[in-house]
């Protein structure tokens, strides 16, 4: 894996803009696969695998690199498609007109009972006279479920029990999930409004994402933002901004009435 576009690396072939690298080594670079190619020649590399096959992978270094930006990585390379995500769905970023967040740097860690199942919630503050009309959350184990709870004017947190049952799902691998609400609900200037989620996951301890100040990129994670609770059954309520130092995961979409 080399560093820039100009730089070397005996497991990279610049006239069949092909790579392969076996060993034990961990990727330092990530790359996007976007198709792939069974009959790419085992030759064409410049340590010949043990057989034919490449993915066809886009790099991040503009068009001087490879054949304009594109590359191919052997099937038999180490580390390729071992440390991924996957994006299933893809939707275009003019679908709402809002999106209300506090938690920019995502899914850093993850907190809970010791149990399967949690509630956690945010509270926010609407920005205009809108209809809220999708919630996007974590799901961090495979098979689980979810049931999303709206509580409108929202005064404290004995409200956060009493919420209204507005989507339910289940969701067969870990990931990033934006759910949309069949019925929106209208929220009007300065309401407090908060989402409710129950989750359910198998085996977990911890199921709720949250995102924390860690060295790097996460540095800058802003406490300040945000009024977010967790719960073991949904009635007993801690903020975690104030007992954890961290923000759920939650985002809220929204169109303007």
């Known amino acids: 894996s080399c560093h820039q576009s100009r730089s070397t690396s005996i497991y990279y072939d610049e006239n ?11 990727p330092n670079h990530d790359i996007v696969i976007i198709g792939w190619d069974d009959t790419y020649p085992a030759s064409n590399f410049t340590f010949e695998p043990e057989g034919d096959g490449a993915f066809i992978c886009a790099n991040s270094w503009g068009e001087e ?23 299933t769905g893809i939707e275009g970023t003019d679908n709402y007109d809002n999106i209300y967040q506090t938690d920019l740097c995502g899914w850093v860690g993850q907190i809970g009972y010791g149990r399967e199942s949690c ?28 049931e999303i ?3 409108s004017q929202y005064n404290n947190t004995e ?46 301890v911890h199921p709720v994402a949250v995102e924390y100040a860690v060295d790097g990129r996460c540095e800058n994670v802003d406490l300040t933002d945000a009024e977010g609770y967790i719960s073991p059954y949904g009635n007993d309520w801690v903020n975690v901004e104030k007992s954890y130092n961290c923000n759920v995961c939650m985002k809220v979409y929204t169109d303007n009435e």
């Open 16 to 26: 069949k803009y092909s790579y392969c690298y076996i060993g034990p080594e961990k």
């Open 65 to 87: 690199f490879g054949d304009r930006g594109v590359f191919y990585v052997s099937y038999y390379d180490s580390n390729i498609g071992v440390h991924n995500v996957i994006y």
């Open 119 to 146: 509630y956690f919630a945010n509270v926010f503050t609407s920005k205009g006279n809108q209809k809220v009309k999708g919630v996007g959350f974590y799901i961090t184990g495979d098979n689980s479920a979810y």
């Open 149 to 151: 709870y709206k509580v």
């Open 159 to 204: 409200d956060l029990t009493d919420g209204e049952l507005i989507a339910v799902g289940e969701t067969e691998n870990a990931g990033f999930y934006t759910v949309n609400i069949n019925q929106p609900f209208s929220v009007t200037e300065d309401e407090k409004f908060a989402i409710v989620i129950r989750l359910y996951t198998p085996d977990a």
